[in-house]
């Protein structure tokens, strides 16, 4: 992070390469993706045990296929989740704005502010 600007004391300023990669940083590491990721996984690994062996999940569930629906539930669920990390991202400017308040308060901390 650089140091505050002269026109602007108490305000830590990014550059905009700084601020590039904590966007796509913080996008990259989204509570979404992580939560659609696991999902994922585990659809797929329970859809294949339903699908592999159909008649383990049957007797005790009255002839539901159990890890099949529940398996393609967690499928579309790891897709919405995807999907809404997709259409409605963490504002940049949110990010940005987070950054700094943070190095603001770590430099008060630290004494280096006026």
Known sequence: MSENSPETP?????????????VRHTRRTDLRRII????LVYGVVVTLMGVLDPAADTAPTGGIHINL???????VAAGLFFL????APVPAED????????????AEGEGKLD
Not at 10 to 22: H, T
Not at 84 to 87: C, E, G, K, S, T
């Open 10 to 22: 108490g305000r830590i300023s990014l550059s905009q390469e700084q601020k590039d990669e904590l």
């Open 36 to 39: 659609g990721g696991l999902f």
């Open 69 to 75: 629906w529940a398996g393609a539930s967690m499928i």
């Open 84 to 87: 809404w990390d997709r259409l």
């Open 95 to 106: 990010i940005v704005a987070s950054a700094e308040a943070e190095e603001i308060k770590k």
